[in-house]
């Protein structure tokens, strides 16, 4: 039987808006989060009882990106920008804002491969299915930005390839 699925917020609530952080930014990270588990709530019935349910909701996450990325670009930008100060809730490493700005700076398949990778712990084949490409891209996208982010930020505390 599949637990609750408050329980699955709980469990992996953290990890989902780490990544909503990494992908789409502070600002914009909680509304990727609610709408991520909003989808997942209507979907959590049908999803098998073998299914990796961390990969499912970051899959899930990653479409919800999507959508606040493309939703942004129809808003107007203020005039005035106030700016934000990272509250470094749940973010890894968020005492050091230098390091996020540099992530936040790399091209998006970069950012996210480091992201899924990194953050959320996914495998280099899980990210491959979020893609729709191959482990090896994946694997290589993440490279590539681990590469950009110690040209651009030397001693990036990004630990090595355990996978």
């Not at 996450?61 to 107007?76: E, F, G, L, S, T």
């Not at 084949?125 to 590469?147: H, L, N, P, S, Y």
Request: proline fraction near 7%; hydrophobic fraction near 40%; charge should be neutral.
């Amino acid at each position: 039987m599949k637990p609750p699925f408050e329980s699955i917020v709980t469990e992996h609530g953290p990890t989902v808006l780490r990544v909503c952080r990494a992908v789409v930014g502070v600002h914009d990270a909680e509304d990727a989060w609610s709408e991520t588990f909003l989808a997942a709530m209507r979907a959590y019935p049908d999803l098998p009882q073998t299914a990796n349910v961390e990969a499912w909701l970051v899959t899930i996450a990653h479409r919800k990106a999507i959508d606040v990325v493309r939703a942004a670009k129809r808003n107007p930008l203020p005039v005035e920008r106030m700016p934000e100060e990272p509250s470094g809730n749940g973010v890894i490493g968020s005492d050091d804002a230098g390091v996020w700005a540099a992530v936040a700076a790399l091209p998006d398949k970069q950012r996210r491969s480091i992201a899924y990778h990194y953050v959320a712990g996914l495998s280099y084949a899980e990210i491959a299915q979020i893609f729709g490409g191959t482990t090896d891209a994946a694997r290589r996208a993440a490279a590539d930005g681990v590469k950009n982010l110690r040209r651009t930020y030397p001693g990036a505390p990004l630990k090595g390839d355990t996978r």
